[in-house]
């Protein structure tokens, strides 16, 4: 990991995902969330903010030191223990069926491998759990995603490895997740759109 994706993307993902509407967004997705959870993509703790009350403890995969200690204080003013259970969200060290819920918030659009990401998700959450998520990807216009295949050479670069042309709601299917009610939007007009599509679910997706 280099000096630009180690030390200043943590922080300008801090920055750019707290702004206000994407916290109001942000604590739309927690709604629901119960018990012990996985969040995938903890980053610097922006969710402990929004977490609804029935929570009682988020055990998070976090590969930044960075954006770790950006968190701290955060960690410490929120209601309910958080632990740092691993680096990698495509290899969690954990038992089966261990978890309540599962968050994930703009994470996986950089984990190298979205796939085994998820299907560690399924099987780490209890039967009938479910997934809290909201990310973006791939937008529904033909003409939207010309940008988005143009621009994400760029975006790996300078984002982390951020991809702007995943499917997420096919990915979420296709890893087995049903249910919930998905929605999908732009946020932000014009040339925000190929950066800004949105997927989220507000009642989470079942194990």
């Given at each position: 990991?280099?000096?630009?994706?180690?030390?200043?993307?943590?922080r300008?993902?801090?920055?750019?995902?707290?702004?206000?509407?994407?916290?109001?967004?942000?604590?739309?997705v927690?709604?629901?969330?119960?018990?012990?959870?996985?969040?995938?993509?903890?980053?610097?703790?922006?969710?402990?903010?929004?977490?609804?009350?029935?929570?009682?403890?988020?055990?998070?995969?976090?590969?930044?030191?960075?954006?770790?200690?950006?968190?701290?204080?955060?960690?410490?003013?929120?209601?309910?223990?958080?632990?740092?259970?691993?680096?990698?969200?495509?290899r969690?060290?954990?038992?089966?069926?261990?978890?309540?819920?599962?968050?994930?918030?703009?994470?996986?659009?950089?984990?190298?491998?979205?796939?085994?990401?998820?299907?560690?998700?399924?099987?780490?959450?209890?039967?009938?759990g479910?997934?809290?998520?909201?990310?973006?990807?791939?937008?529904?216009?033909?003409?939207?995603?010309?940008?988005?295949?143009?621009?994400?050479?760029?975006?790996?670069?300078?984002?982390?490895?951020?991809?702007?042309?995943?499917?997420?709601?096919?990915?979420?299917?296709?890893?087995?997740?049903?249910?919930?009610?998905?929605?999908?939007?732009?946020?932000g007009?014009?040339?925000?759109?190929?950066?800004?599509?949105?997927?989220?679910?507000?009642?989470?997706?079942?194990?």
């Amino acid at each position: 990991m280099g000096w630009w994706e180690g030390q200043v993307v943590p922080r300008l993902v801090d920055l750019s995902c707290g702004a206000k509407p994407i916290m109001e967004l942000r604590r739309d997705v927690c709604v629901g969330l119960t018990g012990r959870v996985l969040e995938i993509g903890f980053g610097s703790g922006l969710n402990l903010g929004v977490l609804p009350g029935e929570v009682t403890q988020v055990d998070a995969v976090e590969p930044s030191d960075v954006a770790w200690r950006r968190s701290e204080k955060r960690r410490a003013e929120a209601g309910v223990p958080v632990e740092r259970i691993g680096l990698d969200g495509q290899r969690i060290d954990g038992d089966d069926a261990t978890y309540d819920s599962a968050l994930t918030t703009f994470s996986l659009c950089t984990i190298p491998d979205p796939a085994l990401a998820l299907a560690e998700v399924r099987r780490l959450v209890k039967p009938g759990g479910r997934l809290f998520f909201i990310e973006h990807g791939s937008a529904p216009d033909e003409s939207v995603r010309r940008w988005q295949r143009r621009l994400e050479p760029i975006q790996r670069r300078v984002a982390g490895g951020c991809h702007l042309t995943r499917d997420i709601e096919g990915l979420v299917r296709d890893a087995g997740f049903t249910g919930g009610e998905l929605d999908g939007f732009y946020e932000g007009p014009g040339p925000a759109k190929p950066l800004g599509y949105l997927t989220l679910t507000r009642a989470g997706v079942v194990v």
